[in-house]
Protein backbone atom coordinates (compact mmCIF):
# COMPACT_ATOMS: atom_id res chain seq x y z
CA UNK A 1 0.00 0.00 0.00
CA UNK A 2 1.29 3.59 -0.36
CA UNK A 3 1.85 6.47 1.37
CA UNK A 4 -1.07 8.90 0.82
CA UNK A 5 -0.77 11.92 1.99
CA UNK A 6 1.80 15.35 1.32
CA UNK A 7 4.99 13.38 1.31
CA UNK A 8 3.54 11.05 -1.75
CA UNK A 9 3.03 13.84 -3.84
CA UNK A 10 5.50 15.89 -2.69
CA UNK A 11 8.18 12.31 -3.75
CA UNK A 12 6.63 12.31 -7.21
CA UNK A 13 7.34 15.60 -7.96
CA UNK A 14 10.62 15.78 -6.95
CA UNK A 15 11.15 12.51 -9.11
CA UNK A 16 9.98 13.87 -11.74
CA UNK A 17 11.52 17.45 -11.56
CA UNK A 18 15.19 15.43 -11.67
CA UNK A 19 13.65 13.12 -14.45
CA UNK A 20 14.13 9.86 -11.90
CA UNK A 21 11.17 9.26 -13.59
CA UNK A 22 10.48 9.55 -17.25
CA UNK A 23 7.08 9.31 -18.93
CA UNK A 24 7.18 8.58 -22.39
CA UNK A 25 3.51 6.91 -23.74
CA UNK A 26 4.62 7.54 -28.00
CA UNK A 27 7.97 6.11 -27.38
CA UNK A 28 7.54 3.10 -24.88
CA UNK A 29 10.74 1.65 -23.00
CA UNK A 30 11.61 -1.81 -23.01
CA UNK A 31 11.95 -3.19 -19.74
CA UNK A 32 14.33 -6.43 -18.78
CA UNK A 33 11.48 -8.50 -18.28
CA UNK A 34 10.93 -7.77 -21.96
CA UNK A 35 7.58 -5.54 -21.04
CA UNK A 36 7.17 -2.36 -23.07
CA UNK A 37 6.13 0.43 -20.58
CA UNK A 38 5.53 4.26 -20.96
CA UNK A 39 7.33 4.69 -18.14
CA UNK A 40 10.57 4.04 -16.30
CA UNK A 41 11.82 4.42 -13.32
CA UNK A 42 15.31 4.96 -11.58
CA UNK A 43 15.28 6.16 -7.84
CA UNK A 44 19.16 5.86 -8.07
CA UNK A 45 19.37 9.36 -9.17
CA UNK A 46 17.91 11.06 -6.61
CA UNK A 47 21.22 10.34 -4.57
CA UNK A 48 22.99 12.98 -6.25
CA UNK A 49 20.45 15.74 -5.52
CA UNK A 50 20.99 16.57 -1.57
CA UNK A 51 17.69 18.06 -1.25
CA UNK A 52 16.03 14.84 -2.62
CA UNK A 53 17.97 12.53 -0.56
CA UNK A 54 17.65 14.14 2.31
CA UNK A 55 13.66 14.56 1.96
CA UNK A 56 13.65 10.67 0.59
CA UNK A 57 16.01 9.52 3.78
CA UNK A 58 13.64 11.21 6.53
CA UNK A 59 10.55 10.39 4.45
CA UNK A 60 11.66 6.64 5.32
CA UNK A 61 12.62 6.64 8.47
CA UNK A 62 9.15 8.93 9.62
CA UNK A 63 7.43 5.85 7.97
CA UNK A 64 9.43 2.79 9.38
CA UNK A 65 8.92 4.69 13.06
CA UNK A 66 5.29 5.07 12.90
CA UNK A 67 4.40 1.48 10.93
CA UNK A 68 7.14 -0.20 12.28
CA UNK A 69 8.51 0.31 14.94
CA UNK A 70 12.22 0.46 15.43
CA UNK A 71 14.00 -2.52 14.50
CA UNK A 72 16.56 -4.61 15.22
CA UNK A 73 18.56 -3.78 11.49
CA UNK A 74 17.78 -2.21 8.61
CA UNK A 75 18.35 -3.93 5.19
CA UNK A 76 18.71 -2.97 1.73
CA UNK A 77 17.75 -4.72 -1.04
CA UNK A 78 20.60 -4.71 -3.98
CA UNK A 79 21.41 -3.00 -6.02
CA UNK A 80 19.22 0.06 -5.99
CA UNK A 81 18.07 0.09 -2.73
CA UNK A 82 21.72 -0.22 -0.66
CA UNK A 83 22.55 3.42 -0.67
CA UNK A 84 19.40 4.84 0.88
CA UNK A 85 18.72 1.89 3.72
CA UNK A 86 22.68 2.44 4.44
CA UNK A 87 21.15 6.16 5.22
CA UNK A 88 18.53 5.41 7.02
CA UNK A 89 20.28 3.31 8.87
CA UNK A 90 23.14 5.70 10.01
CA UNK A 91 19.85 8.13 10.70
CA UNK A 92 18.30 5.56 13.06
CA UNK A 93 21.49 4.58 14.52
CA UNK A 94 20.86 0.70 13.45
CA UNK A 95 22.96 -1.56 12.12
CA UNK A 96 22.99 -2.64 7.99
CA UNK A 97 23.18 -5.16 5.65
CA UNK A 98 22.11 -5.82 2.21
CA UNK A 99 20.80 -8.56 0.53
CA UNK A 100 21.79 -10.21 -3.02
CA UNK A 101 20.28 -11.03 -5.76
CA UNK A 102 21.93 -14.17 -6.04
CA UNK A 103 24.65 -15.40 -3.88
CA UNK A 104 28.46 -14.28 -4.62
CA UNK A 105 30.12 -17.01 -6.68
CA UNK A 106 33.59 -16.71 -5.00
CA UNK A 107 34.62 -16.07 -1.53
CA UNK A 108 31.96 -17.00 1.42
CA UNK A 109 29.22 -17.25 -1.27
CA UNK A 110 27.45 -15.04 0.67
CA UNK A 111 23.58 -13.94 0.20
CA UNK A 112 23.33 -11.11 2.95
CA UNK A 113 26.57 -8.87 2.94
CA UNK A 114 26.70 -7.88 6.84
CA UNK A 115 26.09 -9.43 9.93
CA UNK A 116 22.48 -10.94 11.16
CA UNK A 117 21.63 -13.17 13.82
CA UNK A 118 18.54 -15.55 14.00
CA UNK A 119 16.35 -13.52 16.26
CA UNK A 120 16.44 -9.62 14.64
CA UNK A 121 13.65 -7.68 13.68
CA UNK A 122 14.64 -6.23 10.41
CA UNK A 123 12.69 -3.94 7.79
CA UNK A 124 13.69 -3.96 4.13
CA UNK A 125 13.93 -1.02 2.14
CA UNK A 126 13.46 -1.48 -1.65
CA UNK A 127 13.92 1.31 -3.90
CA UNK A 128 11.13 0.22 -6.55
CA UNK A 129 8.24 -2.34 -6.37
CA UNK A 130 6.63 -3.53 -10.00
CA UNK A 131 5.85 -7.62 -9.30
CA UNK A 132 7.73 -7.84 -5.92
CA UNK A 133 9.45 -10.77 -6.67
CA UNK A 134 12.78 -9.59 -6.37
CA UNK A 135 11.85 -7.82 -3.30
CA UNK A 136 10.29 -11.10 -1.62
CA UNK A 137 13.46 -13.23 -2.52
CA UNK A 138 15.56 -10.46 -0.03
CA UNK A 139 12.56 -11.14 2.50
CA UNK A 140 12.60 -14.91 2.13
CA UNK A 141 16.71 -14.84 2.48
CA UNK A 142 16.11 -12.95 5.68
CA UNK A 143 13.73 -15.40 7.06
CA UNK A 144 15.68 -18.31 6.47
CA UNK A 145 18.74 -16.66 8.06
CA UNK A 146 16.46 -16.34 11.41
CA UNK A 147 14.87 -13.24 11.15
CA UNK A 148 11.63 -11.50 11.86
CA UNK A 149 10.70 -9.42 8.83
CA UNK A 150 8.58 -6.83 9.94
CA UNK A 151 8.07 -5.67 6.53
CA UNK A 152 8.97 -3.97 4.06
CA UNK A 153 8.89 0.21 3.15
CA UNK A 154 9.73 1.53 -0.72
CA UNK A 155 10.27 4.75 -2.23
CA UNK A 156 8.07 4.17 -5.47
CA UNK A 157 5.46 1.34 -6.61
CA UNK A 158 3.43 0.88 -9.32
CA UNK A 159 0.52 -0.31 -7.82
CA UNK A 160 -0.13 -3.50 -10.03
CA UNK A 161 -2.36 -6.21 -8.77
CA UNK A 162 0.32 -9.04 -9.20
CA UNK A 163 2.49 -7.52 -6.51
CA UNK A 164 -0.02 -6.94 -4.28
CA UNK A 165 -0.94 -10.54 -4.58
CA UNK A 166 2.41 -11.56 -4.29
CA UNK A 167 3.39 -9.94 -0.87
CA UNK A 168 -0.02 -11.13 0.61
CA UNK A 169 0.98 -14.60 -0.12
CA UNK A 170 4.44 -13.96 1.42
CA UNK A 171 2.72 -12.65 4.37
CA UNK A 172 4.69 -9.35 4.12
CA UNK A 173 3.80 -5.93 4.74
CA UNK A 174 5.04 -3.55 2.06
CA UNK A 175 4.65 0.71 2.26
CA UNK A 176 5.09 2.61 -0.57
CA UNK A 177 6.04 6.53 -0.12
CA UNK A 178 5.05 7.01 -3.41
CA UNK A 179 2.86 5.62 -6.20
CA UNK A 180 1.40 5.49 -9.40
CA UNK A 181 -1.43 7.38 -9.06
CA UNK A 182 -0.29 10.28 -7.26
CA UNK A 183 2.53 10.25 -9.86
CA UNK A 184 0.49 10.76 -13.06
CA UNK A 185 -1.72 13.75 -10.95
CA UNK A 186 1.72 15.34 -10.33
CA UNK A 187 2.64 14.71 -13.76
CA UNK A 188 -0.64 16.23 -15.22
CA UNK A 189 -0.53 19.25 -12.81
CA UNK A 190 2.52 19.76 -14.39
CA UNK A 191 1.33 19.57 -17.62
CA UNK A 192 4.03 16.84 -17.71
CA UNK A 193 1.97 14.86 -19.54
CA UNK A 194 -1.44 15.62 -21.39
CA UNK A 195 -5.17 14.17 -20.58
CA UNK A 196 -4.80 11.97 -23.52
CA UNK A 197 -1.45 10.67 -22.56
CA UNK A 198 -3.22 9.97 -18.77
CA UNK A 199 -5.57 7.80 -20.30
CA UNK A 200 -3.01 5.49 -22.08
CA UNK A 201 -0.61 5.34 -19.13
CA UNK A 202 -3.78 4.02 -16.79
CA UNK A 203 -4.51 1.73 -19.65
CA UNK A 204 -1.28 0.74 -19.44
CA UNK A 205 -0.72 -0.08 -15.36
CA UNK A 206 -3.95 -2.38 -15.85
CA UNK A 207 -2.28 -4.85 -18.08
CA UNK A 208 1.31 -3.96 -18.49
CA UNK A 209 2.21 -7.64 -19.46
CA UNK A 210 0.14 -7.18 -22.88
CA UNK A 211 0.56 -3.87 -23.06
CA UNK A 212 2.18 -2.19 -26.51
Same mark, same amino acid.
Given at each position: ???????????? %?????? =????L???????????W???????? +????????????????????? &? @????????????? *????A?????? &?????????? +???????G?E?????????? !???? @?? %??????????L?????? +?????L???????? *???? !??????? &?? %?????????D?E??????L %????? *?? =???I *???Q? +? !???????
Open positions: MAVKDETAANIA %EYLLQI =KAIKQPDRPFTWASGKSPIYCDN +RISLSHPKVRTYIRQALVKAI &E @VKYGKPDCIAGVA *TAAIQGALVA &EAMGLPFVYV +RSSPKDHRNLIEGEVTAG !QSVV @VI %EDLISTGKSSKAVQAL +RDSGCVKGMISVF *TYGF !QIAEDNF &EK %ENCLNISLCYTLLDKA %EANYI *TA =KDL *TLRW +R !QSPESWS
